[in-house]
């Protein structure tokens, strides 16, 4: 999948959160455990799936919520924990997921609907 650049460092933030929360509160340095392995792949297929594509505005700001209420409230404690420590770890990531953070959502996507077979012949 080609991913813009935005879209891209999205992703390396993302992954970078949940290295940070799985390395202190879990002690895996060498790599994710199963818990956050789990949610890392999650995060991963919904990025893949955003109907926004390249304009995805950040998941805060987003007017649809994909994340099943589990998995989101699993992300949302992965990103308090990570959040501040982003700072100091990942200065350049940290910046610029505040900046990507104050552009506003664009127009919510019109949903593709399969069209039935035969219809519009």
């Given at each position: ?22 390395a ?8 994710l ?49 990570a ?39």
């Amino acid at each position: 999948m080609e991913w813009s650049r935005r879209t891209a460092r999205e992703w390396m933030t993302i992954q970078a959160m949940i290295a940070i929360h799985c390395a202190d509160l879990h002690g895996s340095a060498a790599g994710l455990c199963g818990e956050c392995g789990e949610l890392h792949d999650y995060a991963l297929q919904r990025l893949e799936r955003c109907p926004y594509g390249e304009t995805k505005p950040t998941c805060v700001n987003c007017p649809i919520h994909c994340y099943q209420q589990t998995m989101r409230e699993r992300i949302r404690v992965v990103m308090r924990y990570a959040g501040p420590r982003m700072i100091r770890r990942h200065p350049w990531l940290a910046l610029m997921h505040i900046v990507d953070g104050r552009r506003k959502a664009p127009e919510r996507p019109a949903r593709k609907r399969p069209t039935p077979q035969g219809a519009g012949a």
